[in-house]
């Protein structure tokens, strides 16, 4: 009878322990954050996290807002911005073992690169 039990208890813990190891995605979060001023004036930030992915969106005093979003994939993250004016920025960064390069492309359509070499 007690050999039945100390096994029965072994099993269930090398069960737990098994199931404890597995790796899970990273789940969704959200957040919400309101500030406010000396003089009554409000500004709300939003941000959602999903597996590496970012959002946010900023709205201050006036309604302006101003938002950003980043998307991570396999090697390469790209990043944008919106101002208050509506104009945008983008960011794209590529990783390689050899290398790393990144563009910005700024709102007048301007852009500006850079890349990074490495030795092995």
């Not at 938002?67 to 993250?77: A, E, I, L, W, Y």
Request: aromatic fraction near 0%; charged fraction near 15%.
């Amino acid at each position: 009878m007690k050999t039945t039990a100390i096994r029965s208890s072994l099993v269930c813990c090398a069960v737990l322990l098994s199931l404890s190891t597995l790796s899970t995605t990273a789940s969704a979060r959200d957040r919400s954050t309101s500030f406010s001023g000396p003089q009554g004036q409000t500004m709300t930030r939003n941000v959602s996290r999903a597996q590496g992915d970012v959002s946010s969106s900023t709205t201050g005093p006036g309604g302006r807002s101003m938002s950003r979003q980043t998307v991570r994939g396999d090697g390469q993250v790209d990043s944008s911005v919106t101002g208050p004016n509506g104009q945008s920025a983008t960011r794209t960064v590529a990783r390689t073992p050899e290398a790393t390069d990144a563009v910005v492309t700024l709102p007048n359509g301007q852009t500006m690169s850079r890349s990074t070499t490495r030795q092995p």
